[in-house]
Protein backbone atom coordinates (compact mmCIF):
# COMPACT_ATOMS: atom_id res chain seq x y z
CA UNK A 1 0.00 0.00 0.00
CA UNK A 2 1.12 3.34 -1.14
CA UNK A 3 1.56 6.44 1.09
CA UNK A 4 -0.64 7.99 -1.22
CA UNK A 5 -3.77 5.69 -0.27
CA UNK A 6 -2.85 6.08 3.34
CA UNK A 7 -4.53 9.74 3.23
CA UNK A 8 -7.97 10.78 4.22
CA UNK A 9 -10.18 11.24 1.41
CA UNK A 10 -11.15 15.01 3.10
CA UNK A 11 -7.39 16.26 3.10
CA UNK A 12 -7.38 15.48 -0.79
CA UNK A 13 -10.79 17.39 -1.13
CA UNK A 14 -8.90 20.50 0.29
CA UNK A 15 -6.34 20.25 -1.32
CA UNK A 16 -8.49 19.89 -4.45
CA UNK A 17 -10.76 22.85 -2.96
CA UNK A 18 -7.72 25.51 -2.49
CA UNK A 19 -6.29 24.67 -5.83
CA UNK A 20 -5.69 27.37 -7.92
CA UNK A 21 -5.08 28.68 -12.13
CA UNK A 22 -3.04 31.54 -10.75
CA UNK A 23 -0.77 30.74 -8.17
CA UNK A 24 1.77 33.45 -6.31
CA UNK A 25 4.48 31.02 -6.75
CA UNK A 26 4.90 30.95 -10.26
CA UNK A 27 6.56 34.54 -9.60
CA UNK A 28 8.86 34.07 -6.61
CA UNK A 29 8.96 30.40 -5.15
CA UNK A 30 10.09 32.30 -1.77
CA UNK A 31 6.61 34.34 -2.01
CA UNK A 32 3.96 33.78 0.40
CA UNK A 33 1.46 30.47 -1.11
CA UNK A 34 -1.53 32.63 -2.76
CA UNK A 35 -3.81 32.73 -5.93
CA UNK A 36 -6.59 32.81 -7.82
CA UNK A 37 -9.34 30.17 -9.16
CA UNK A 38 -11.50 30.84 -12.48
CA UNK A 39 -14.94 30.23 -12.51
CA UNK A 40 -17.02 29.05 -15.62
CA UNK A 41 -18.68 32.21 -15.50
CA UNK A 42 -15.45 34.20 -16.03
CA UNK A 43 -15.14 32.92 -19.08
CA UNK A 44 -14.21 35.22 -22.12
CA UNK A 45 -15.54 34.46 -25.82
CA UNK A 46 -12.13 36.06 -27.99
CA UNK A 47 -10.06 35.00 -30.35
CA UNK A 48 -7.04 34.33 -27.84
CA UNK A 49 -5.28 31.47 -25.81
CA UNK A 50 -5.89 32.20 -22.56
CA UNK A 51 -7.34 30.84 -19.32
CA UNK A 52 -10.58 32.33 -19.63
CA UNK A 53 -10.94 32.22 -23.76
CA UNK A 54 -9.99 28.38 -23.42
CA UNK A 55 -13.04 27.95 -20.21
CA UNK A 56 -15.26 29.42 -23.16
CA UNK A 57 -14.46 26.51 -25.22
CA UNK A 58 -15.25 24.35 -22.65
CA UNK A 59 -12.02 23.13 -22.10
CA UNK A 60 -10.86 22.06 -18.85
CA UNK A 61 -7.89 23.86 -17.44
CA UNK A 62 -6.07 21.91 -14.86
CA UNK A 63 -5.47 24.02 -10.99
CA UNK A 64 -2.33 23.29 -8.98
CA UNK A 65 -1.45 23.46 -5.67
CA UNK A 66 -0.51 26.98 -3.81
CA UNK A 67 2.70 26.10 -1.79
CA UNK A 68 4.98 22.74 -1.13
CA UNK A 69 3.59 21.29 1.89
CA UNK A 70 3.67 17.84 3.75
CA UNK A 71 2.09 15.37 0.98
CA UNK A 72 0.29 18.12 -1.03
CA UNK A 73 2.25 17.17 -3.86
CA UNK A 74 1.93 13.45 -3.64
CA UNK A 75 -2.04 14.20 -3.31
CA UNK A 76 -1.64 16.24 -6.51
CA UNK A 77 -0.91 13.35 -8.74
CA UNK A 78 -4.10 12.11 -8.11
CA UNK A 79 -6.05 14.97 -8.32
CA UNK A 80 -4.14 15.89 -11.60
CA UNK A 81 -5.41 12.41 -13.08
CA UNK A 82 -9.12 12.93 -11.47
CA UNK A 83 -9.24 16.41 -12.99
CA UNK A 84 -7.74 15.38 -16.47
CA UNK A 85 -9.99 11.90 -16.52
CA UNK A 86 -6.53 10.46 -16.94
CA UNK A 87 -6.01 6.64 -17.71
CA UNK A 88 -6.75 5.30 -13.91
CA UNK A 89 -5.19 1.43 -14.97
CA UNK A 90 -1.51 2.30 -13.74
CA UNK A 91 -3.28 3.31 -10.06
CA UNK A 92 -3.86 1.11 -7.06
CA UNK A 93 -7.85 0.14 -6.33
CA UNK A 94 -7.54 2.68 -3.39
CA UNK A 95 -6.34 5.48 -5.32
CA UNK A 96 -8.58 4.75 -8.07
CA UNK A 97 -11.19 4.86 -5.73
CA UNK A 98 -10.30 8.29 -4.47
CA UNK A 99 -9.90 9.33 -8.15
CA UNK A 100 -13.56 8.61 -8.95
CA UNK A 101 -14.81 10.65 -5.60
CA UNK A 102 -12.57 13.77 -6.42
CA UNK A 103 -13.93 13.87 -10.01
CA UNK A 104 -17.94 14.35 -8.72
CA UNK A 105 -15.97 17.49 -6.37
CA UNK A 106 -14.20 18.32 -10.13
CA UNK A 107 -17.57 18.97 -11.69
CA UNK A 108 -18.66 21.93 -8.56
CA UNK A 109 -15.29 23.42 -8.33
CA UNK A 110 -15.56 25.85 -11.09
CA UNK A 111 -19.13 26.69 -10.18
CA UNK A 112 -17.37 29.81 -8.18
CA UNK A 113 -14.23 32.18 -8.09
CA UNK A 114 -11.63 31.49 -5.60
CA UNK A 115 -9.15 33.13 -4.64
CA UNK A 116 -6.02 32.95 -1.57
CA UNK A 117 -3.76 35.17 0.22
CA UNK A 118 -4.21 38.33 -2.08
CA UNK A 119 -5.02 41.04 0.51
CA UNK A 120 -1.96 42.02 0.77
CA UNK A 121 0.32 41.62 -2.37
CA UNK A 122 3.97 40.65 -1.67
CA UNK A 123 6.47 43.32 -2.26
CA UNK A 124 8.15 40.40 -4.48
CA UNK A 125 5.33 40.55 -6.98
CA UNK A 126 6.13 42.13 -10.32
CA UNK A 127 4.14 44.88 -10.48
CA UNK A 128 2.83 47.09 -13.77
CA UNK A 129 1.40 50.68 -12.40
CA UNK A 130 -1.65 51.69 -15.11
CA UNK A 131 -3.23 55.04 -15.18
CA UNK A 132 -6.01 55.52 -14.06
CA UNK A 133 -7.86 58.78 -13.67
CA UNK A 134 -6.29 60.67 -11.50
CA UNK A 135 -4.25 57.65 -9.82
CA UNK A 136 -2.43 54.49 -11.22
CA UNK A 137 -3.56 51.17 -11.06
CA UNK A 138 -1.20 48.18 -10.29
CA UNK A 139 -1.51 45.06 -12.29
CA UNK A 140 0.94 41.87 -11.46
CA UNK A 141 0.63 39.67 -14.45
CA UNK A 142 0.21 35.54 -13.94
CA UNK A 143 0.75 32.45 -15.68
CA UNK A 144 -1.61 30.11 -15.36
CA UNK A 145 -0.05 27.10 -15.55
CA UNK A 146 -2.52 24.72 -16.66
CA UNK A 147 -2.80 27.04 -19.65
CA UNK A 148 0.87 25.73 -20.44
CA UNK A 149 0.38 22.03 -20.14
CA UNK A 150 -2.50 22.39 -22.46
CA UNK A 151 -0.16 24.33 -24.98
CA UNK A 152 2.39 21.74 -24.22
CA UNK A 153 0.18 18.82 -25.40
CA UNK A 154 -0.76 20.67 -28.50
CA UNK A 155 2.70 20.98 -29.73
CA UNK A 156 3.36 17.82 -28.66
CA UNK A 157 0.40 16.72 -31.29
CA UNK A 158 1.41 19.07 -34.22
CA UNK A 159 5.06 17.51 -33.90
CA UNK A 160 3.18 13.86 -33.98
CA UNK A 161 1.27 14.96 -36.78
CA UNK A 162 4.19 16.44 -39.06
CA UNK A 163 5.92 13.11 -39.56
CA UNK A 164 3.50 12.51 -42.04
CA UNK A 165 2.17 16.01 -42.88
CA UNK A 166 4.78 18.39 -43.58
CA UNK A 167 2.36 21.04 -44.32
CA UNK A 168 2.37 21.88 -40.09
CA UNK A 169 5.64 24.22 -39.77
CA UNK A 170 7.80 23.25 -36.68
CA UNK A 171 7.23 25.25 -33.39
CA UNK A 172 10.15 26.11 -31.86
CA UNK A 173 10.56 26.72 -27.64
CA UNK A 174 12.70 28.08 -25.43
CA UNK A 175 14.11 27.21 -22.47
CA UNK A 176 12.96 29.48 -19.26
CA UNK A 177 14.40 29.07 -15.37
CA UNK A 178 12.01 28.43 -12.91
CA UNK A 179 11.68 26.64 -9.64
CA UNK A 180 15.02 26.97 -8.92
CA UNK A 181 16.91 23.80 -7.64
CA UNK A 182 13.19 21.84 -6.45
CA UNK A 183 10.63 23.05 -9.19
CA UNK A 184 7.98 21.76 -6.71
CA UNK A 185 8.37 24.26 -4.49
CA UNK A 186 6.45 26.59 -6.99
CA UNK A 187 4.00 23.45 -8.57
CA UNK A 188 4.09 20.19 -9.34
CA UNK A 189 6.89 19.18 -11.66
CA UNK A 190 4.42 18.33 -14.96
CA UNK A 191 3.47 21.58 -14.81
CA UNK A 192 6.37 23.47 -14.04
CA UNK A 193 8.05 21.73 -16.37
CA UNK A 194 5.36 22.92 -19.65
CA UNK A 195 6.31 26.36 -17.79
CA UNK A 196 9.64 26.24 -18.44
CA UNK A 197 9.20 25.48 -22.00
CA UNK A 198 7.57 28.36 -23.36
CA UNK A 199 6.97 28.53 -27.25
CA UNK A 200 9.50 30.71 -29.02
CA UNK A 201 8.14 33.54 -31.42
CA UNK A 202 10.77 36.06 -33.95
CA UNK A 203 9.97 39.33 -33.48
CA UNK A 204 7.86 40.72 -36.32
CA UNK A 205 9.72 42.59 -39.28
CA UNK A 206 8.88 45.94 -40.38
CA UNK A 207 7.09 46.25 -43.52
CA UNK A 208 8.27 49.95 -44.55
CA UNK A 209 5.41 50.05 -47.71
CA UNK A 210 2.83 49.68 -44.91
CA UNK A 211 3.68 52.16 -42.08
CA UNK A 212 4.56 54.31 -45.01
CA UNK A 213 1.00 53.72 -46.38
CA UNK A 214 -0.84 54.73 -43.25
CA UNK A 215 1.46 57.53 -42.74
CA UNK A 216 0.32 59.12 -45.72
CA UNK A 217 -3.60 57.91 -45.47
CA UNK A 218 -3.54 59.81 -42.11
CA UNK A 219 -0.86 62.72 -42.70
CA UNK A 220 -0.99 63.22 -46.09
CA UNK A 221 2.40 63.89 -48.40
CA UNK A 222 4.88 66.13 -47.03
CA UNK A 223 6.12 67.05 -50.26
CA UNK A 224 9.63 68.13 -50.20
CA UNK A 225 10.45 71.67 -52.51
CA UNK A 226 13.97 70.91 -54.78
CA UNK A 227 16.12 73.42 -53.51
CA UNK A 228 18.77 72.96 -56.59
CA UNK A 229 18.32 74.20 -59.51
CA UNK A 230 19.54 72.95 -62.86
CA UNK A 231 22.87 74.63 -64.08
CA UNK A 232 22.05 77.00 -67.15
CA UNK A 233 24.28 79.87 -67.59
CA UNK A 234 21.59 81.43 -70.01
CA UNK A 235 18.60 80.83 -67.26
CA UNK A 236 21.00 81.67 -64.00
CA UNK A 237 21.14 85.34 -64.52
CA UNK A 238 17.87 85.51 -65.97
CA UNK A 239 16.11 83.74 -62.79
CA UNK A 240 18.00 85.64 -60.32
CA UNK A 241 16.80 89.15 -61.98
CA UNK A 242 13.36 87.63 -61.86
CA UNK A 243 13.85 87.09 -58.29
CA UNK A 244 14.74 90.35 -57.60
CA UNK A 245 12.14 91.99 -59.83
CA UNK A 246 9.17 89.78 -57.72
CA UNK A 247 10.13 91.16 -54.63
CA UNK A 248 10.57 94.63 -55.20
CA UNK A 249 7.76 94.67 -57.65
CA UNK A 250 5.20 93.46 -55.27
CA UNK A 251 6.60 95.36 -52.00
CA UNK A 252 6.23 99.00 -54.86
CA UNK A 253 2.96 97.38 -55.40
CA UNK A 254 1.68 97.23 -52.46
CA UNK A 255 2.55 100.46 -51.83
CA UNK A 256 1.34 102.15 -54.51
CA UNK A 257 -2.72 103.91 -53.40
CA UNK A 258 -3.42 103.50 -57.44
CA UNK A 259 -3.00 99.89 -56.90
CA UNK A 260 -5.01 99.37 -54.23
CA UNK A 261 -8.67 98.13 -56.31
CA UNK A 262 -6.75 95.58 -57.36
CA UNK A 263 -4.95 94.37 -54.16
CA UNK A 264 -8.21 94.26 -52.45
CA UNK A 265 -9.71 91.79 -55.33
CA UNK A 266 -6.53 89.66 -54.10
CA UNK A 267 -4.21 90.63 -57.72
CA UNK A 268 -0.81 90.76 -56.54
CA UNK A 269 0.45 91.91 -59.89
CA UNK A 270 4.28 93.46 -60.93
CA UNK A 271 5.84 94.08 -63.49
CA UNK A 272 7.46 91.85 -65.75
CA UNK A 273 8.59 90.97 -69.34
CA UNK A 274 9.01 88.28 -71.71
CA UNK A 275 12.38 87.73 -70.26
CA UNK A 276 10.83 87.33 -66.77
CA UNK A 277 8.09 85.27 -67.90
CA UNK A 278 9.99 82.57 -69.13
CA UNK A 279 12.18 82.04 -66.72
CA UNK A 280 9.68 82.38 -64.01
CA UNK A 281 8.01 79.71 -65.98
CA UNK A 282 10.57 77.60 -65.94
CA UNK A 283 11.20 78.03 -62.25
CA UNK A 284 7.60 77.38 -61.52
CA UNK A 285 7.38 74.40 -63.83
CA UNK A 286 10.40 73.02 -62.49
CA UNK A 287 9.24 72.39 -58.65
CA UNK A 288 5.59 71.48 -60.05
CA UNK A 289 6.86 68.57 -62.02
CA UNK A 290 8.96 67.29 -58.83
CA UNK A 291 5.83 67.90 -56.58
CA UNK A 292 3.10 66.33 -59.10
CA UNK A 293 5.88 63.58 -59.20
CA UNK A 294 5.91 62.75 -55.17
CA UNK A 295 2.08 62.64 -55.80
CA UNK A 296 1.66 59.86 -58.20
CA UNK A 297 4.73 57.75 -55.91
CA UNK A 298 2.36 58.38 -52.29
CA UNK A 299 -0.76 57.29 -54.59
CA UNK A 300 0.62 54.15 -55.65
CA UNK A 301 2.14 53.32 -52.20
CA UNK A 302 -1.55 53.79 -50.84
CA UNK A 303 -3.42 51.75 -53.81
CA UNK A 304 -0.56 49.32 -53.07
CA UNK A 305 -2.16 48.56 -49.34
CA UNK A 306 -5.10 49.56 -50.44
CA UNK A 307 -7.04 46.42 -49.01
CA UNK A 308 -5.45 47.49 -45.44
CA UNK A 309 -6.90 51.02 -44.89
CA UNK A 310 -9.18 52.04 -42.59
CA UNK A 311 -12.42 52.74 -44.02
CA UNK A 312 -13.18 56.14 -42.33
CA UNK A 313 -15.70 57.88 -44.56
CA UNK A 314 -16.84 60.92 -41.94
CA UNK A 315 -15.26 62.86 -38.85
CA UNK A 316 -16.31 65.30 -36.28
CA UNK A 317 -13.59 67.73 -35.81
CA UNK A 318 -13.82 70.79 -33.10
CA UNK A 319 -13.21 74.03 -35.28
CA UNK A 320 -12.19 77.80 -34.37
CA UNK A 321 -15.86 79.95 -35.45
CA UNK A 322 -14.25 83.36 -36.55
CA UNK A 323 -17.72 85.04 -36.63
CA UNK A 324 -18.95 84.00 -33.17
CA UNK A 325 -15.40 83.55 -31.93
CA UNK A 326 -16.02 79.86 -29.99
CA UNK A 327 -15.18 76.49 -31.13
CA UNK A 328 -17.58 74.58 -33.32
CA UNK A 329 -18.31 71.30 -34.14
CA UNK A 330 -17.35 70.38 -37.68
CA UNK A 331 -18.43 67.35 -40.12
CA UNK A 332 -15.44 66.41 -42.53
CA UNK A 333 -16.80 64.04 -44.85
CA UNK A 334 -13.87 61.68 -46.51
CA UNK A 335 -13.42 63.08 -50.13
CA UNK A 336 -11.08 59.81 -51.37
CA UNK A 337 -10.66 56.41 -49.82
CA UNK A 338 -7.15 56.65 -50.28
CA UNK A 339 -6.41 59.44 -47.76
CA UNK A 340 -8.43 60.20 -44.09
CA UNK A 341 -11.10 63.40 -44.10
CA UNK A 342 -9.08 65.70 -41.98
CA UNK A 343 -6.28 65.62 -44.54
CA UNK A 344 -5.97 69.49 -46.19
CA UNK A 345 -7.56 69.61 -49.87
CA UNK A 346 -4.60 70.38 -51.42
CA UNK A 347 -2.60 67.71 -50.42
CA UNK A 348 -5.73 65.20 -51.04
CA UNK A 349 -6.01 65.89 -54.47
CA UNK A 350 -2.54 66.10 -55.15
CA UNK A 351 -2.39 62.16 -54.29
CA UNK A 352 -5.63 61.48 -56.04
CA UNK A 353 -6.30 63.06 -59.43
CA UNK A 354 -10.13 62.84 -59.63
CA UNK A 355 -9.85 65.71 -57.40
CA UNK A 356 -8.76 68.09 -59.17
CA UNK A 357 -11.24 70.51 -60.15
CA UNK A 358 -10.68 74.13 -60.30
CA UNK A 359 -11.37 74.00 -56.31
CA UNK A 360 -8.23 71.89 -55.75
CA UNK A 361 -6.38 74.46 -58.10
CA UNK A 362 -6.82 77.19 -56.48
CA UNK A 363 -6.30 75.27 -52.58
CA UNK A 364 -3.00 73.52 -54.00
CA UNK A 365 -1.45 76.48 -56.16
CA UNK A 366 -1.75 78.46 -52.65
CA UNK A 367 -0.27 75.58 -50.26
CA UNK A 368 2.44 75.14 -52.82
CA UNK A 369 3.41 78.89 -53.00
CA UNK A 370 3.58 79.23 -49.24
CA UNK A 371 6.43 76.15 -49.62
CA UNK A 372 8.07 77.88 -52.52
CA UNK A 373 8.68 81.19 -50.25
CA UNK A 374 11.08 81.67 -47.97
CA UNK A 375 13.28 79.04 -49.22
CA UNK A 376 17.15 79.46 -50.17
CA UNK A 377 17.76 78.19 -53.72
CA UNK A 378 20.40 77.88 -55.88
CA UNK A 379 22.16 77.16 -59.19
CA UNK A 380 24.34 73.41 -59.42
CA UNK A 381 27.22 72.88 -60.47
CA UNK A 382 28.30 76.25 -58.92
CA UNK A 383 31.72 77.17 -56.99
CA UNK A 384 29.88 79.81 -55.32
CA UNK A 385 26.04 78.67 -55.59
CA UNK A 386 24.27 82.00 -56.32
CA UNK A 387 21.29 81.98 -53.85
CA UNK A 388 18.18 84.20 -53.96
CA UNK A 389 15.15 84.25 -51.66
CA UNK A 390 11.15 84.73 -52.36
CA UNK A 391 9.26 86.69 -49.97
CA UNK A 392 6.00 86.01 -48.07
CA UNK A 393 4.23 89.17 -49.79
CA UNK A 394 5.01 86.79 -53.33
CA UNK A 395 2.69 84.49 -52.11
CA UNK A 396 -0.57 84.98 -54.14
CA UNK A 397 1.33 86.23 -56.92
CA UNK A 398 2.80 83.26 -57.15
CA UNK A 399 -0.48 81.65 -56.27
CA UNK A 400 -1.87 83.14 -59.76
CA UNK A 401 1.27 81.83 -61.40
CA UNK A 402 0.88 78.14 -60.45
CA UNK A 403 -2.78 78.03 -61.26
CA UNK A 404 -2.38 79.29 -64.53
CA UNK A 405 0.33 76.56 -65.02
CA UNK A 406 -1.97 73.92 -63.98
CA UNK A 407 -4.59 75.26 -66.73
CA UNK A 408 -2.23 75.53 -69.14
CA UNK A 409 -0.19 72.47 -68.90
CA UNK A 410 -3.21 70.32 -67.92
CA UNK A 411 -0.63 67.05 -68.68
CA UNK A 412 1.00 68.38 -65.40
CA UNK A 413 -1.84 67.57 -63.38
CA UNK A 414 -2.92 64.28 -65.23
Not at 4 to 12: E, V
Not at 21 to 29: A, G, L, R, V, Y
Not at 256 to 272: F, H, M, V
Not at 322 to 344: C, F, I, R, W, Y
Request: aromatic share 8%; proline share 5%; hydrophobic share 40%.
Amino acid sequence: MSDASTIPIDQYRQTLAESVHFSNKTINSNIEKGGIRLAKSQALDLPYISARTLLADDITIPTDYQANAGKIPTMFKIIKAAMLDENLDGFEDDLKNIANILKQDIVTIFDNPYQSKLKHINIRMRQLLLPKEESYLSISPISAVGVNYWLTSEIERIKEVRQSDDKFHNITTAVFGIGGSNIQNVGSPIFIRTLQRPIYLTAPTANDTIRQAFSLYYKGLDYYIPNKLPKDKLVQPALLAWADLVNQGIATTEQDLNNQDWKNKGIEATSTNMDSREVEQQFLTHILRIVLAQGREAKNSLEQVADRLPNITKISNEAYDENTGEMVSKEMVALTPLQHPSVDLAIQGLIDPKLRDEGWMTAFAEHLAKSIVRQSYEVEGQSNPVTFVLEDSTIPFLARRIRGLLYDLQELAS
